[in-house]
């Protein structure tokens, strides 16, 4: 094993990545690969999304680039974590995209399900019913879907709600999805619709 090699192994070991991928998958108009996987934390700037001590939050990098190498819509309610262990199917608590090439990632914006929601925190969350959650187009056989709820408000007064992402048109940029997950769970699979992107395993 070469040097170099060895120097991106002790990096990887150091920084908790534990799964690369080198291959594309084309999913509709665009090719994703796996970046990293590693445990995580952490919050958007509007509100903070925090896990139960019986959980723990995933971090999952993807590199996106367009088939057209021109700006397409890109709908990232069509991403979805599959695990066989548990036979659960889970949505993202969040997912970003970094702005320009630097290293600043940008949450979607959030949709609720309806207005009354939507009106509860209006600087946060939109409410547009011709745009449809695709991650209810995908469900497996014996698989339960997770669909995690988010509290847009405080501890004392909460305003916690279920909510899906308006598609943004992307070139080229990475993708950071963050999951919750049962902290014994360790091996799952990343999807995009019907594509499988990787299968990753955390530490």
């Given at each position: 094993?070469?040097?170099?090699?060895?120097?991106?192994?002790?990096?990887?070991?150091?920084?908790?990545?534990?799964?690369?991928?080198?291959?594309?998958?084309?999913?509709?108009?665009?090719?994703?690969?796996?970046?990293?996987?590693?445990?995580?934390?952490?919050?958007?700037?509007?509100?903070?999304?925090?896990?139960?001590?019986?959980?723990?939050?995933?971090?999952?990098?993807?590199?996106?680039?367009?088939?057209?190498?021109?700006?397409?819509?890109?709908?990232?309610?069509?991403?979805?974590?599959?695990?066989?262990?548990?036979?659960?199917?889970?949505?993202?608590?969040?997912?970003?995209?970094?702005?320009?090439?630097?290293?600043?990632?940008?949450?979607?914006?959030?949709?609720?399900?309806?207005?009354?929601?939507a009106q509860k925190v209006k600087d946060l969350v939109s409410y547009d019913p011709d745009i449809k959650d695709t991650f209810q187009n995908y469900d497996?056989?014996?698989?339960?879907?997770?669909?995690?709820?988010?509290?847009?408000?405080?501890?004392?007064?909460?305003?916690?709600?279920?909510?899906?992402?308006?598609?943004?048109?992307?070139?080229?940029?990475?993708?950071?999805?963050?999951?919750?997950?049962?902290?014994?769970?360790?091996?799952?699979?990343?999807?995009?619709?019907?594509?499988?992107?990787?299968?990753?395993?955390?530490?």
């Amino acid at each position: 094993m070469n040097i170099v090699k060895r120097l991106l192994i002790c990096l990887f070991v150091f920084y908790g990545i534990t799964a690369i991928s080198q291959d594309y998958v084309t999913s509709e108009n665009f090719k994703l690969k796996l970046i990293k996987a590693k445990k995580a934390s952490g919050s958007t700037w509007e509100y903070t999304i925090k896990t139960s001590k019986q959980t723990k939050k995933a971090q999952v990098r993807l590199r996106l680039k367009s088939l057209t190498g021109q700006k397409e819509s890109f709908d990232p309610n069509k991403f979805y974590l599959v695990s066989n262990e548990a036979n659960v199917r889970v949505r993202p608590l969040d997912v970003r995209y970094n702005y320009a090439a630097g290293w600043i990632f940008i949450p979607f914006n959030r949709l609720a399900f309806n207005s009354m929601d939507a009106q509860k925190v209006k600087d946060l969350v939109s409410y547009d019913p011709d745009i449809k959650d695709t991650f209810q187009n995908y469900d497996i056989d014996g698989f339960e879907n997770i669909s995690p709820d988010i509290n847009f408000g405080t501890k004392k007064k909460p305003k916690i709600f279920p909510s899906y992402l308006e598609p943004e048109d992307l070139k080229s940029c990475k993708l950071d999805l963050y999951f919750a997950l049962p902290n014994e769970l360790k091996n799952f699979e990343i999807y995009h619709g019907d594509e499988k992107i990787a299968n990753v395993t955390l530490k």
